[in-house]
């Protein structure tokens, strides 16, 4: 990418009229951005012909005219306005001084909540930019389908405050304000609902299947002299993150418990193949215990009963399920697996996975509620066997529907 002057740059953006409420907010958004739009376009790949780039959250642009001015991209852009307005939409924006006028067209969807309306391996490169602290409940599920519209090997930007920043550790140490983002006038997401430090961050997308490109952190906002020490000294006080990785292997819901609790609360019904400690968070419903490594194995107990729910494919013929009834020294136990009214129940041998199998009725419902349950629980500790107190029924490493 070529230099860019940044007070040539700055001015330019100035010159556009944008769809902020007033003129003095788009002013002062961009002098207390501009820093960090440059670093931004810094950090990307280059561009080349053919070469399809995402923005995410693209209005007011001021990226937008960047990328068009200086970078070799083709662009899609997308933004979220509220359900109720229509899928797609076009906004104008138009220098008086030049005469220069872009129609931007975008996709208006819910990057947290809905699958993203572009097919698989769609681009070489998504930017979410100052996206990520704005989310209310899933950041892992926007990052989950960044991932799929991701050619292989492309890569994402994500640029975010730096929670650590040591404007933040100041007001807390010497109680002159708070660190939490104020109220919005435009709404929830119009303020920060949670900022990020750089492991956080960097943990995350290695969760879902990035592998990381490089990390950076650097001061967007003019600093007192004072503090510019001290930032040298430690850099996990700067004033914001930019971390650029790469698509690696396959997409995984990864919802770590440092940034989630009550995870087994999420409802997001995606698959008709769900893989426990891979996507199962927002398919399993009551009666599960927490997720356990068996080495290369992720797996969980059901208590006496423990229920799912999958995407329903229309040739969908049966429901299987790997499950695991643990050591002889615990007992033989009868699981059934249900949905509906169709059951099966099955003796299962000690310490082995099996596959059990439920045919299906056809149906035209889109998803599939299914219950696991056994005759009786064991307990570890009851029976003289180890300290685990849980009331257990099977362990489960797989459910999914099949055509057969």
């Not at 958004?29 to 399809?52: C, H, Q, W």
């Not at 109720?84 to 906004?91: A, M, R």
């Not at 975010?160 to 304000?177: E, S, Y």
């Not at 920060?192 to 299947?209: A, C, I, K, S």
Request: proline share 6%; with cysteine; charged share 25%.
């Amino acid at each position: 990418m070529q230099d860019i002057d940044p007070g040539q740059a700055h001015h330019y953006l100035l010159e556009f009229k944008s769809h902020f409420g007033s003129p003095q907010e788009a002013i002062n958004y961009v002098n207390s951005a501009i820093r960090r739009f440059l670093v931004t376009l810094d950090m990307l790949p280059p561009g080349g012909e053919g070469k399809r780039l995402l923005e995410l959250g693209a209005g007011p642009y001021f990226v937008t005219l960047l990328l068009l001015k200086y970078c070799r991209y083709e662009l899609e852009l997308a933004n979220f306005y509220g359900d109720h307005f229509p899928p797609e939409g076009v906004q104008t924006v138009r220098s008086d001084r030049s005469g220069e006028e872009h129609a931007f067209r975008y996709r208006n969807f819910n990057c947290e909540r809905d699958a993203f309306p572009y097919p698989d391996e769609s681009f070489e490169l998504v930017l979410c930019c100052e996206i990520i602290e704005h989310l209310t409940v899933d950041p892992t599920h926007m990052l989950v389908e960044i991932h799929r519209v991701l050619k292989p090997g492309g890569q994402l930007l994500v640029t975010t405050p730096n929670v650590l920043n040591l404007n933040h550790a100041l007001r807390l140490l010497l109680g002159r304000g708070n660190i939490f983002h104020p109220y919005s006038g435009y709404g929830v997401y119009g303020r920060h609902q949670r900022e990020y430090t750089q492991p956080e961050l960097v943990d995350l997308l290695q969760g879902v299947g990035y592998d990381i490109v490089e990390t950076r952190l650097d001061d967007i906002y003019t600093s007192p002299r004072w503090q510019m020490p001290l930032k040298r000294l430690r850099p996990e006080w700067r004033d914001n993150l930019f971390v650029l990785a790469r698509k690696s292997g396959e997409r995984r819901y990864y919802y770590p418990p440092q940034l989630y609790i009550a995870a087994q609360a999420i409802r997001r019904v995606v698959s008709s193949d769900v893989r426990i400690g891979w996507n199962d968070v927002g398919h399993l419903g009551a009666g599960w215990w927490e997720v356990e490594q068996r080495g290369e194995q992720s797996l969980r107990w059901t208590a006496n009963s423990a229920k799912a729910c999958l995407i329903r494919p229309a040739s969908a013929q049966a429901i299987k399920a790997e499950v695991n009834p643990g050591p002889a020294t615990l007992g033989s136990v009868v699981v059934k697996l249900e949905a509906g009214s169709d059951w099966i129940e099955t003796t299962l041998q000690p310490d082995r996975w099996q596959t059990i199998a439920l045919r299906l009725e056809a149906s035209p419902d889109p998803q599939i509620e299914l219950t696991l349950s056994v005759d009786r629980m064991r307990n570890f500790a009851a029976l003289g066997l180890g300290s685990d107190t849980r009331d257990i029924g099977v362990m489960v490493r797989r459910i999914w529907l099949e055509t057969l």
